[in-house]
Each structure stands twice: as structure tokens, then as C-alpha cells.
């Protein structure tokens, strides 16, 4: 069987940062997408050249998954001040359930500051905030929220579903129950160590009665990463996609440990127990290669954030290192089929 890679649109970047716009002129990437009823949408996040680096999201629609027009000149979601989200909010994943969309989204209180320019994981943090503040304060920790809308336009916010003491996010929901549960995927970046079983970050399912409740409930590792690879660090990428052959799942993987250039895989994952993996890729099928896939504030980056799949079509939308947005496509059926002739073994994990 031939190798497997995704087929990049040969006119992306398919959106750039505008000038015209001063929240969004240095940065748009890692959106969020959904398709209904003829209609790709993309939640998108972005950046102006604050040296705050406050992060916003803007909205774009098109009719065939490539061509985008943005909706406003104004974002359609962007942080409180002095909220828990005040910082930033970033990275959006969307889901539906009943007449709603559900969005999660990573958040920090503060501002990160103009990241490229720091060392690696360095954001800025507060000052004269007191030994007593709450860690997440202190360390202006990057946590995950919930947001609810109908028209991507006018929102609920529902607040943070992670633990405030973590650096968690990748958090992911699946878009509908399993065995009557919600399911969340989640990275968090403390869960390393003889404790957790696992060396890198590793990418971990829990499951919930309620969409909202989630930091009581028990994480079940569903892959760790593999040392000396390209697929040392892990997290989920999107919202995983129903097929009638089981769960198509992409991830991302980042080698030297965590410091070079971020790839993705997929999973399939089992319909009524996603803990058990079918079959992985066992390959990278997504890579940077091109300059708005490399020259930006992440050299060599490809972040997924969203799929959709039409027609028998997967789109795949992805940041591009952190300054741009493109898309790829494959047919699901081909995918699936290729999986499926790569079996898991679900005790190595």
C-alpha cells in the first residue's frame, strides 16, 4: 500500500494576516471549522502587532472549503478584561450538540507577549502579584474554556473546564456522546513522570455526564510519544470525525523534544470505546514544507485545528507556522481504509 500523505491546496495560504485590521495584521492561524448546509465556516485566531500579543477571533465563510471571505472587521470573540480568559483566547475546536455550537479554547490571563521572541514555552507573566496568588495567575498559565453559540457571532461563556494548576490544553470534545457520556481529549503538560507512566506530554480521554464537568473526573491515557522521533510530544489536533469504520482522530507531534517541527498523524479509534486504537498511521502525513509553513513566529509548524468532511472529502485546516492558514484535503474512505491496514497495539501506548 502507497504511502499516505495529505494533499496540500496549491493557492494556500488561503488566509494572511490584513493590514487593514489592526487586531488581526501580524497573525491569523489554528482555526476552528464547521460545515452546514453549504457553508465552511472558520473561527480563526489572530494577532495584531501589540507587543501584549493580545489573541482574538475572527470569522470567514466560504462556499467551497477554499476560498474564504472574512465577516467583519471586527472580531467575533475576544477576551474580557480582568476575566479569566482576559489574556487571550486562542486555538478554538467546534462542536454541535442539539442547536448549539460548542466551542473550547485556550486562554491565559495575561497577555503572552510576543512569544517568537522568548525562549521556548516563555510567555510574559504579571508583576507584583503576591506569593499567595493562585499559580495560574503567577505563572500566567495557559488553561482551556467553553463558549456556546448559535450564529458564531454572539457567544456564552461558561468558563474554564480545566484544573487552574495545569498548563492544559488541546482540549478537544467529541461531537457526540459514547455509551451516553461526553468525551473530552486533553495534554495536559505536567502529566509526565513515573506517576503518569509517560516521558513527554501525551494526549489523554476522560468522560462526563455533563459537557461542563470535568476536573473530578479520571484521565485514561490514549497515546504517549515515541522518544527520537518526530513524535515525541504529543496533542490532539481536531475534533475527531465519525466514519462507519470508527473515529478518525488527527494528532500533532513536535520531535527534539518539543522543540522542533511540529507533524501530524491520525487514529482510528474504536466507535464505542475511543480508548482503543484500530489503527495509526505509521507516518507523519502532514509536514511543513513550504515557506508559510516555515518562515513565521514557529519555523516549521503545520497545527490543525479543524476538520470537516464533504462529499467523501476530509478538509483539514491548519495553522501554518503561526502566522498563516491552509488546507488539506484526502478521501475518507482511502484514509480509512489505510489505517485499518495499519493496526494499533493498544498495550504500547
Not at 501584549?52 to 474580557?80: K, M, Q, T, W
Request: proline share 7%.
Amino acid at each position: 500500500m502507497k504511502e499516505m500523505k495529505l494533499t496540500k491546496y496549491p493557492g494556500n495560504p488561503i488566509l494572511k494576516p490584513n493590514p487593514g485590521n489592526k487586531w488581526e495584521s501580524l497573525v491569523v492561524c489554528n482555526p476552528g471549522a464547521w460545515y452546514e448546509d453549504g457553508k465552511f465556516y472558520m473561527l480563526y485566531r489572530a494577532a495584531g502587532a501589540d507587543e501584549e500579543h493580545v489573541i482574538r477571533l475572527g470569522l470567514a465563510e466560504s462556499e467551497d472549503g477554499f476560498n474564504f471571505r472574512r465577516v467583519s472587521d471586527r472580531p467575533v470573540f475576544e477576551p474580557i478584561r480582568d476575566n479569566f480568559d482576559g489574556g487571550g483566547v486562542e486555538d478554538p475546536r467546534i462542536v454541535k450538540f442539539d442547536d448549539s455550537y460548542y466551542v473550547t479554547y485556550a486562554f491565559r490571563p495575561y497577555p503572552p507577549g510576543q512569544y517568537w521572541k522568548f525562549s521556548h514555552d516563555v510567555v510574559k507573566v504579571p508583576k507584583n502579584t503576591g506569593e499567595n496568588a493562585p499559580m495560574y495567575i503567577r505563572l500566567n498559565l495557559g488553561g482551556t474554556a467553553l463558549a456556546s453559540t448559535r450564529d458564531f457571532r454572539t457567544w456564552k461563556r461558561f468558563g474554564r473546564i480545566t484544573c487552574p494548576c495545569l498548563d492544559d490544553r488541546d482540549v478537544i470534545l467529541f461531537p457526540e456522546k459514547i455509551n451516553g457520556k461526553f468525551v473530552l481529549m486533553h495534554r495536559p503538560k505536567q502529566y509526565v513522570g513515573g506517576t503518569f507512566g509517560v516521558k513527554y506530554p501525551s494526549i489523554w480521554l476522560k468522560f462526563s455526564d455533563d459537557i461542563l464537568c470535568w476536573e473530578d473526573k479520571e484521565s485514561h491515557l490514549l497515546l504517549a510519544g515515541r522518544e527520537n522521533t518526530w513524535e515525541e510530544k504529543l496533542g490532539g489536533s481536531a475534533p475527531p470525525l465519525k466514519t462507519d469504520k470508527g473515529w478518525l482522530m488527527l494528532y500533532h507531534g513536535v520531535e527534539d523534544e518539543g522543540l522542533g517541527y511540529y507533524r501530524v498523524g491520525c487514529l482510528l479509534l474504536d466507535l464505542e470505546n475511543p480508548l482503543h486504537i484500530l489503527g495509526k498511521t505509521p507516518d507523519y502525513i502532514l509536514e511543513p514544507e513550504f515557506d508559510y509553513e516555515i518562515e513565521g513566529y514557529y519555523k516549521g509548524c503545520v497545527f490543525p485545528t479543524g476538520n470537516v468532511i464533504k462529499d467523501g472529502t476530509l478538509y483539514v485546516y491548519y495553522g501554518g507556522a503561526d502566522k498563516y492558514v491552509g488546507v488539506a484535503t484526502a478521501e475518507v474512505d482511502e484514509l480509512v481504509e489505510y489505517l485499518l491496514a495499519h493496526p494499533y497495539k493498544n498495550g504500547e501506548r
